[in-house]
């Protein structure tokens, strides 16, 4: 497993969970991160991804709720998220943008197994 997440679990609306996504050896630099979200019967879908600098984006729906963040030493990615709506519902992926090895430019996608975040009304 190249990028492995934890940090799901059930949490009652208006609560917080913080999520973290860590890059194994496999990756050998990283360019952007990210995290993604897939509730039942939609479409994945971006929440919030993160530039190597620092430089952050997110969905409507996470506007102020949500942060992210990265440790670029670590090759780690976090999102902490405020807030928690019934919607907010779904599994939640990381993504990095990187290379393999040593020079090759950071331009292939690698995508965590996805944890599962549960709000309740």
């Known amino acids: 497993v190249q990028l492995q997440a934890s940090g799901g679990g059930l949490v009652q609306a208006g609560g917080s969970l913080r999520l973290s996504c860590a890059a194994s050896g496999g990756i050998f630099s990283i360019n952007d991160m990210g995290w993604y979200r897939q509730a039942p019967g939609k479409q994945r879908e971006l929440v919030a991804d993160i530039t190597i600098r620092g430089r952050t984006n997110y969905a409507d729906s996470a506007k102020d709720r949500f942060t992210i963040s990265r440790d670029n030493a670590k090759k780690s990615v976090y999102l902490q998220m405020n807030s928690l709506k019934p919607e907010d519902t779904a599994v939640y992926y990381c993504?990095?943008?990187?290379?393999?090895?040593?020079?090759?430019?950071?331009?292939?996608?690698?995508w965590g197994q996805g944890t599962q975040v549960t709000v309740s009304s």
């Open positions: 993504k990095a943008v990187g290379a393999p090895r040593p020079g090759i430019l950071p331009s292939r996608d690698y």
